[in-house]
T-cell receptor, first 115, second 112 residues
């Protein structure tokens, strides 16, 4: 069983389109995250939700809107896609969201290419 | 990643030890992590260390932490071809919730 899954695995689309990436975790975790990894492999957090509540919101264009319908799902919707949005987007989850050690488990990534 | 730096590449021979280094700037780090990313895959946690520890050993992996110099290293003993991957260090800062700040990543290449 896949712990953290993302769909789609690959996404190729035209500039200006709107697209969504979905993430699901079956670990029973309360906290989920979206990270962006650029072409230089630089990895940076975008958002985090704890039990459907937004707790981390980094400096991300408001074209990016996360949505958490329940604590097992965190989706990422991107409006008006730009060339610079091309990257690998990773979803992750962790047990609680409290300020002590807890491992984040990563999904396999969604490779987005904007043409 | 701008506050957490790693060298970009490391090449070793199979059977040798690999040492991957990481420097960070925030003295409020509580936990420091090492993740491995294989080609086309997500990140896999290898090990972590609490900031009041100097060393942690886990089978072939040894983590050393010099908090005074803000320097973290990962030593892989008897490096194998399957260890070829990108290795990321990451820090969790006090008051930052569960946010991880990742390093720039080190590409490890293991040659026969």
């Amino acid at each position: 069983d896949t712990a953290v899954s993302q769909t789609p695995k690959y996404l190729v689309t035209q500039m200006g389109n709107d697209k969504s990436i979905k993430c699901e975790q079956n670990l029973g975790h309360d906290t989920m995250y979206w990270y962006k990894q650029d072409s230089k492999k630089f990895l940076k957090i975008m958002f985090s939700y704890n039990n459907k509540e937004l707790i981390i919101n980094e400096t991300v264009p408001n074209r990016f809107s996360p949505k958490s319908p329940d604590k097992a799902h965190l989706n990422l919707h991107i409006n008006s896609l730009e060339l610079g949005d091309s990257a690998v987007y990773f979803c992750a989850s962790s047990p609680g969201g409290r300020n002590y050690q807890e491992t984040q488990y990563f999904g396999p990534g969604t490779r987005l290419l904007v043409l | 990643g701008e506050d957490v730096e790693q060298s970009l590449f490391l090449s070793v021979r199979e059977g040798d030890s690999s040492v991957i280094n990481c420097t960070y700037t925030d003295s409020s780090s509580t936990y420091l992590y090492w993740y491995k990313q294989e080609p086309g895959a997500g990140l896999q946690l290898l090990t972590y260390i609490f900031s009041n520890m100097d060393m942690k050993q886990d089978q072939r992996l040894t983590v050393l932490l010099n908090k005074k110099d803000k320097h973290l290293s990962l030593r892989i003993a008897d490096t194998q071809t399957g260890d070829s991957a990108i290795y990321f260090c990451a820090e969790k800062r006090a008051g930052g919730g569960n946010k991880l700040t990742f390093g720039t990543g080190t590409q490890l290449k293991v040659e026969l």
